[in-house]
Nanobody
Framework: VQLQASGGGLVQAGGSLRLSCAAS????????MGWYRQAPGKQRELVAT???????NCADSVKGRFTTSGDFAKNTVYLQMNNLRPEDTAVYYC???????????????WGQGTLVTVSS
């Protein structure tokens, strides 16, 4: 399974970016997709997730500024980031919880990450 993330870049504080992540490969279904981030010298942390049933969850630090949405028919998840702050600077990773064909075993997959840099 491959998760291809895109949309990162350099933006000034207060600006916006939209990240996208598309899943491809051999699996039966996607149960949920989400975004995590890792800033330099810090641990990877949850940003936002969405289930195939449209249930969402996001970190307190981004509530009211970031919104996640998904098009599971297209195996794609989005992260709309508004009012960006310098502390949002990090590598953003896409994640998916999937099920294998036949056995329906759960497994996870990570994308390669996309860098978001917010200048002050």
């Amino acid at each position: 399974v491959q998760l291809q993330a895109s949309g990162g870049g350099l933006v000034q504080a207060g600006g916006s970016l939209r990240l996208s992540c598309a899943a491809s490969g051999d699996y039966f279904s996607i149960k949920s997709m989400g975004w995590y981030r890792q800033a330099p010298g810090k641990q990877r942390e949850l940003v936002a997730t969405i289930t195939s049933g449209d249930s969402t969850n996001c970190a307190d630090s981004v509530k009211g500024r970031f919104t996640t949405s998904g098009d599971f028919a297209k195996n794609t998840v989005y992260l709309q980031m508004n009012n960006l702050r310098p502390e949002d600077t990090a590598v953003y990773y896409c994640n998916a919880d999937l099920q294998t064909r036949i056995t329906l075993k759960n497994f996870g997959s990570w994308g390669q990450g996309t860098l978001v840099t917010v200048s002050s």
